[in-house]
């Protein structure tokens, strides 16, 4: 199996290096850009596995490039923005982000991430052996990874398809914050809830016919969600 390739977005010189060393000692294989334009044409033309990019950099920001990269892939992509900016957090994962980390930030906190990031990326065997999922006018292909809805294939992320296979499978029962959290995002989160809070109005905006009164993706308010039962 080859390892994962890795396109680290940054200006900081000892940033690039420090990461790049920590990556490669545990296995990864790591590539580098140091400024948005580069970026994204390396992103374009080497197809990596993950992105780790920064917010801050020369020629275009870390949000344009994020925005030209949606646009032809739906590789993971793990920002880094300043510690104290949670409006920095918003944006990114509105754009597409699939994970932040704060700077100044620890090497184990960044390696955590990337892999979490990386096993939300995998297909579970598990969940590609269940029969079809119907509800209504909405479709799940587990084995095919096709979902549609009003005779309409939608296309979801990584993580948006994490998300709903966890609604889906668990459907006519709320689903905790913590627990959507630690299922799809992995043990080391719980806390995170704005994260939910964007992914779901990712998906209500791509299977609700009206989003805003939803009749699938169900709010327990205060405490999580649902997806609607079968009749």
Known sequence: MRPAKILVIDDEP????????????????????????????????????LIILDIMLPGMDGFDVLQKI???????????????????????????????????FSVHELLARVEAVLRRAAPSEDVMTRPPFVSGDFVMDFQQRKISVRGKEIKVGPTEYKLLTQLVRNAGRVMLHADLLRKVWGPEYGGETEYLRVYISYLRNKIEEDPANPKYILTEHGVGYMFKRPE
């Open 70 to 104: 949606r646009e032809f892939s739906a590789v993971p992509v793990v920002m880094l923005t300043a510690k104290d900016q949670e409006i920095d957090v918003v944006r990114g994962l509105h754009l597409g982000a699939d994970d932040y980390v704060r700077k100044p």
């Open 14 to 49: 000892h940033l690039v290096k420090l990461v790049r060393s920590n990556l490669e000692a545990q296995h990864f294989k790591v590539i580098s850009a140091m400024d948005g334009p580069s970026g994204l044409a390396m992103a374009e033309k080497e197809g990596p596995d």
